[in-house]
């Protein structure tokens, strides 16, 4: 049998409103009628910006209300226990098991009718015990009026929005100033505007319309849910000195959501080719083109490679504002040339004839298919041509095209941005390649790109190189911490005396002025065993990425205690940091050290 769990509605949607906010602007209304602001009385004015930016929860004067919130956003409160219903689900599914059994092996279904009456009475044995220990009632705290009336009052003066890069934490920010940054970002009331934003001259119904339309000349089938324009909102960057916006178009409704999901397994497809192509590539000439990285887990398998024995120098990089920095027209172009690369080869012979999505996977086909979905390279170009062209966003009650980039939100975004940077980053390496500087070429062998983030190794000549390799839309800086150390994803990177390279977990959270919500609480309406596999999964993590033990101890030691603290138990946790030293020894037998050690260290009896 296999127990499945269906999991109640998290509170998030009682903690944020800035889809509310937003829904309900007009901007004709703002201007009549702008928010009001009390930042000037509180004490959790971000100065640099004037107003309220905070995730400090001593805003929240309600006990009840503050304790909540401190759970974050996907915390799901305690039900109320129904021993009658759950007792019918039970006997309906074992009965139900019954039947199903009789009818396969042919056999009459009172066969298994003792069984059924034994798993009854152990069912209600079993029940009469968890009556006697648990508690059944479980009232909502957001029926008490107290809380009710504090969550409307910060409801009223703040748009409550997840934190960046720590999405289980809530901010508030000044409503006059959130709508102010909005109104900034879409050039409102500037003269001159924004360039990335253009007002729309086609009204809402005109465009959803011509989504639809064209979207099933593509067989791309829209549903009725998906009859909406993005909103655009932001959610701020407090790890930013100082704090900054990240812009969302919220796409969860969006009329071409359908085609960008389409698109992002087409695309999917588009780089695994080339990833395979850049890797043979490599093996044979001994340049490497392919720069982007899936994830940390992956640099760290490079970087533990024998290719890099010796590390003397580590540069960092990051792209600004590269979503909304992207030409159309070069995106346009460059998408077409990397769909033409896997369908034809080098000397023009068509390869392939389609593109299939299947279930589980998409793949080529050189002539014919039955399936239905199936597309050719002309039809991918003109379906990506048709979504980066129409790019809206709503606000105020007004339409703005995005003519400039692509929005976070939309499904494919960060593979169209992947793939645009790769474009540029092969052409440049083959480009060296064509002149006879090979040397040069393969001094980039040790680069990696995770979207916007860049890390060089041993190539102390990146940084003059970078205006040679991408467009001047783009403007991209060096983050690099010293000249020994930088940190890069969740990894910070350090060269010993001896040229080693040394890892372990960086997170950049922990510069917050705030506690960081990053694991299940416990007492959460969750059940309990895959959240100790939580534990166990971030064991995993700083195995992987900690060279020292020290650093690995460091890690576990603050886990271990914010998990007590969240109402885990010390021998559970220790049991499963046993399970964790059994299963995967491999990833922490350079350390050696004992089982009893590691837990004594990370997890002492108090």
């Not at 995730?55 to 409160?77: A, F, M, W």
């Not at 298994?112 to 798993?119: A, D, G, I, R, Y």
């Not at 593109?355 to 399936?371: D, M, P």
């Not at 979207?451 to 970078?466: A, M, Q, T, Y």
């Amino acid at each position: 049998p296999i127990v499945s769990y269906s999991n109640t509605n998290p509170v998030a949607s009682k903690k944020f409103n800035h889809k509310k906010v937003l829904q309900n602007l007009n901007i004709d209304d703002l201007k009549a009628k702008p928010p009001d602001c009390a930042c000037s009385h509180s004490h959790f004015v971000y100065n640099p910006a004037g107003h309220v930016i905070s995730g400090d929860l001593n805003i929240v004067n309600n006990y009840k209300l503050r304790q909540l919130l401190s759970k974050g956003p996907k915390y799901r409160e305690p039900q109320p226990i129904n021993w009658k219903q759950n007792f019918k689900l039970l006997m309906d599914s074992v009965e139900g098991y019954a039947k199903d059994w009789a009818k396969r092996e042919k056999v009459e279904v009172d066969t298994l009718s003792e069984w059924v009456k034994s798993v009854r009475s152990l069912i209600q044995i079993r029940v009469s015990k968890l009556k006697g220990s648990m508690s059944t009632k479980a009232p909502s705290i957001f029926k008490d009026p107290q809380v009710i009336e504090e969550l409307s009052c910060l409801h009223d003066k703040y748009v409550v929005v997840p934190a960046d890069k720590a999405s289980n934490n809530i901010v508030f920010v000044c409503k006059k100033h959130y709508i102010d940054c909005l109104i900034k970002e879409l050039g409102i009331n500037n003269t001159l505007g924004n360039p990335t934003y253009t007002l729309s001259t086609l009204t809402k119904q005109e465009i959803l319309e011509n989504h639809k339309s064209v979207l099933i000349s593509f067989g791309v089938n829209p549903k009725d849910e998906d009859q909406d324009l993005p909103s655009l909102y932001w959610i701020p960057k407090l790890h930013k000195n100082p704090y900054k916006e990240r812009y969302i178009a919220g796409s969860s409704k969006c009329s071409t959501k359908p085609l960008s999901k389409v698109l992002t397994a087409i695309l999917t497809a588009v780089k695994e080719g080339l990833q395979k192509y850049s890797e043979t590539a490599y093996s044979r000439s001994g340049v490497n083109q392919m720069w982007i990285l899936k994830n940390s887990k992956e640099l760290l398998v490079n970087l533990q490679s024998q290719s890099l024995k010796h590390c003397t120098n580590i540069k960092t990089f990051d792209f600004s504002t590269l979503y909304t920095t992207i030409p159309h027209t070069k995106l346009k172009a460059r998408l077409k040339e990397l769909v033409s690369l896997c369908f034809f080869n080098k000397k023009g012979t068509r390869r392939f004839k389609y593109l299939v999505l299947g279930w589980n996977s998409a793949y080529f086909v050189k002539n014919h298919t039955e399936s239905r979905k199936k597309y050719t390279d002309e039809d991918i170009t003109a379906m990506l041509d048709f979504l980066i062209d129409n790019i809206f966003v709503e606000f105020g009650g007004l339409v703005f095209q995005q003519t400039i980039g692509i929005p976070m939100g939309t499904n494919c975004a960060p593979l169209l941005a992947d793939l645009f940077l790769y474009s540029y980053e092969a052409e440049f390496i083959q480009g060296l390649v064509q002149k006879g500087e090979k040397k040069l070429a393969q001094s980039f062998n040790f680069t990696f790109r995770y979207i916007d983030d860049v890390l060089s190794l041993n190539n102390n000549r990146f940084s003059d190189h970078l205006h040679l390799i991408y467009p001047s839309e783009l403007e991209i800086k060096d983050t690099t911490d010293t000249d020994k150390s930088a940190s890069y994803l969740d990894l910070f990177l350090e060269m010993t005396t001896d040229g080693r390279l040394n890892t372990k977990i960086y997170d950049k959270r922990d510069d917050f002025n705030f506690p960081i919500v990053n694991f299940p609480f416990l007492c959460s309406n969750i059940p309990a065993a895959p959240a100790y596999g939580v534990y166990v999964s971030q064991l995993i993590r700083y195995s992987r990425a900690s060279s020292k033990y020290v650093d690995f101890v460091e890690r576990g030691i603050l886990l271990s205690q914010k998990l007590l603290r969240q109402g885990y138990e010390s021998i559970k946790l220790r049991s499963s940091l046993k399970k964790f030293y059994g299963r995967h020894h491999e990833l922490i037998g350079h350390y050696d050290k004992s089982v009893s050690e590691i837990i004594s260290d990370i997890l002492p009896q108090s």
